[in-house]
Structure formats: C-alpha cells, structure tokens
T-cell receptor, first 117, second 113 residues
Framework: AQTVTQSQPEMSVQEAETVTLSCTYDTSENNYYLFWYKQPPSRQMILVIRQEAYKQQNATENRFSVNFQKAAKSFSLKISDSQLGDTAMYFCAFMKHTGSTLGRLYFGRGTQLTVWP | ETGVTQSPTHLIKTRGQQVTLRCSSQSGHNTVSWYQQALGQGPQFIFQYYREEENGRGNFPPRFSGLQFPNYSSELNVNALELDDSALYLC????????????FGQGTRLTVV
C-alpha cells in the first residue's frame, strides 16, 4: 500500500518570500509519479507540478520547483516569490505507473498555505 | 478551467436516502475517477471507470456505485446515506492513452443530516 504524509498542517509566508512545503511517501513501487496539487477556496484541484520517479532532475514550473529525494522518499515543494494568489490548500499525491490509463491518486492530508501582504 | 463540470454544487440529504452526483468530462476523456474528501482530509479514491467499465475500486462499500456513459459523462450513486458520507465529492478525468494528469471538477458538497 502507498501512503503520503504531509507533516505541516499550516504554513504562512510573506508576499515575495520563499516557502517550502514538505512531503514524504512510502511505496515499494519503482515506477511512479509524484504531484503537488493546489486547492483554493473554489475547491477545484489544480495541478501545480509533476515529477516522474525515473527522472533524477527535479521538476520546475515557473516559481514552483521540487526537491525529489527518491532514496529518502521525500518530495518537497518550493514556492519562490510567493503571491497572494498562492494562498490555498496544497496536497502532495502519489500515483503508480499503470500504462495506458490514469492511475489511482494517493493524497496526503494537505498543508494550508497562507500568503500575507 | 479544466473542462470538467460537476452538478449539483451543494446538496443536503437525509440519512437513509439515496443520492446521484453527476460529472461531465472533456470530450475524449475516457477515464473518470471519483474521490471523497472529508473535511480536513485529503481526497480518498472511490473508484475509476474506463470505457464504461469499473476499473479499480478503493475501500468503499457496495452502496457506492457508478456509471460512465458514452458521451463522457458519469454518475456516482450512494444508497442508504450515512452521516459519515458528508464530504466533498470530486470527479477527475484524463486523456486516453498514458495520461498522467487528472483534470478535476469543482466538486459536489454533500451534507447528510
């Protein structure tokens, strides 16, 4: 079974500063994907960034980057130049590679990020 | 905008009743998954439908059932509602062949009283 753990229920950061959200996971799989999703008050889950486990290079998407440590099963999200619109619940998620169809997502309990002016 | 819409947005039901939640996916998205998100928790996988057949199920009882239709819409049905069924229900669809991105709807907030 796969488990995802987010140990920070809440984080806050001042606008324009950098913040890092932590995530650890447990799996016996070797081929999988890791994701960070953002859920604003509108409730719609939005993909922030994706990492393939077989890639050693850390994924980046504009202000968002990850630190993927496969041996340690750690997958943290760094948000640079934080903006007020980044305020949301952030979920770390795991998905086993399944081939042709979308796999099942395993989510952590989330970290509520607040960006203040 | 993900192109995935869910209806209704909010719903209040009485314990013991039955409910149907609906999801409309983007054209061509032949995989749809349903998740239950209890207050303060991460989403939990209920089941997935692929080409109108159930293709995997999480730890949910049989009173949770679903349907997927050829027009890329789907339903989640819950019978004999319990108070603990109160949650946000999310559907997510994906492109065919190797898609790893799930496109989520905005969810249906179900309250059981």
């Amino acid at each position: 079974a796969q488990t995802v753990t987010q140990s920070q229920p809440e984080m806050s950061v001042q606008e324009a500063e950098t913040v890092t959200l932590s995530c650890t996971y447990d799996t016996s799989e070797n081929n999988y994907y890791l994701f960070w999703y953002k859920q604003p008050p509108s409730r719609q889950m939005i993909l922030v960034i994706r990492q393939e486990a077989y890639k050693q290079q850390n994924a980046t998407e504009n202000r968002f980057s990850v630190n993927f440590q496969k041996a340690a099963k750690s997958f943290s999200l760094k948000i640079s130049d934080s903006q007020l619109g980044d305020t949301a619940m952030y979920f770390c998620a795991f998905m086993k590679h399944t081939g042709s169809t979308l796999g099942r997502l395993y989510f952590g309990r989330g970290t509520q990020l607040t960006v203040w002016p | 905008e993900t192109g995935v819409t869910q209806s209704p947005t909010h719903l209040i039901k009485t314990r013991g009743q039955q409910v149907t939640l609906r999801c409309s996916s983007q054209s061509g998205h032949n995989t749809v998954s349903w998740y239950q998100q209890a207050l303060g928790q991460g989403p939990q996988f209920i089941f997935q439908y692929y080409r109108e057949e159930e293709n995997g199920r999480g730890n949910f009882p049989p009173r949770f059932s679903g349907l997927q239709f050829p027009n890329y819409s789907s339903e989640l049905n819950v019978n004999a509602l319990e108070l603990d069924d109160s949650a946000l229900y999310l559907c997510a669809s994906s492109r065919p062949t190797g898609g790893t991105e799930a496109f989520f709807g905005q969810g249906t907030r179900l309250t059981v009283v």
